[in-house]
Every structure is written in structure tokens, then in C-alpha cells.
């Protein structure tokens, strides 16, 4: 069961839509694997509209390729990431016109 007024672990921002609904913004942590094969744990700023299926996801880092085949992980400030996400919330917000329907319920 899901409430509007719930604040998930994680998230650290919401921005109402036209239609009523909110984009959340959350700090996550995910299992990354590197380019070198090695896994471990990276900050990753979500984006999630709960209005309409809109998502997005600003990892705090991103995979560069060399001229010739190696590749490697370059870190992306969190802060970085977070501005890129609230941007992409405002400008979701400013367009989206679901509604958070009760429909929404049958579905999880
Ligand atoms: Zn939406």
C-alpha cells in the first residue's frame, strides 16, 4: 500500500507536478560491476515520477573508453548527479499531467 505521504527511505527531494502527482528524487546505492570486473557498491540520484511510468537515473559515475579498448570509471560529484536529476524533475514536473490514479495500487 502506497500513501502520498509516505517519504521513502532515500528520498531527498519531491517536486508536484501539474497533475497532482510528484517526482521523488532518491540517494541510492547499487551494486556496480567496473570495467576491470571488479564489483562493488556506487551512488547512483534516481528520479521517479509517481504520476507516470517516467524514470530516470543520474549515476555518480560514468564508463569512459580509451582510443583503444580499455575503458574505466570516471566519478560524477554527487552533487553533480543531484543537479542533473533535479533538473530533469522540474522539467518532468512542468509537463506531466498524470494523475496518481488508485489504479496505481493494482500494480504493485
Ligand atoms: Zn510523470
Known sequence: M???TDNPEGVIARYL???GA???L???QVRHTFP???SGTRGLTSATCTGCPASSEFPHWRTRTGTWTSSWDEDIPAEKAEVDARNWAQAHAEK?????GP???EHL
Open 2 to 4: 502506497k500513501h502520498m
Open 17 to 19: 507536478t501539474v497533475g
Open 22 to 24: 510528484t517526482v521523488d
Open 26 to 28: 532518491a540517494l541510492k
Open 36 to 38: 576491470d570486473g571488479i
Open 96 to 100: 506531466c499531467r498524470a494523475m496518481p
Open 103 to 105: 489504479v496505481s495500487s
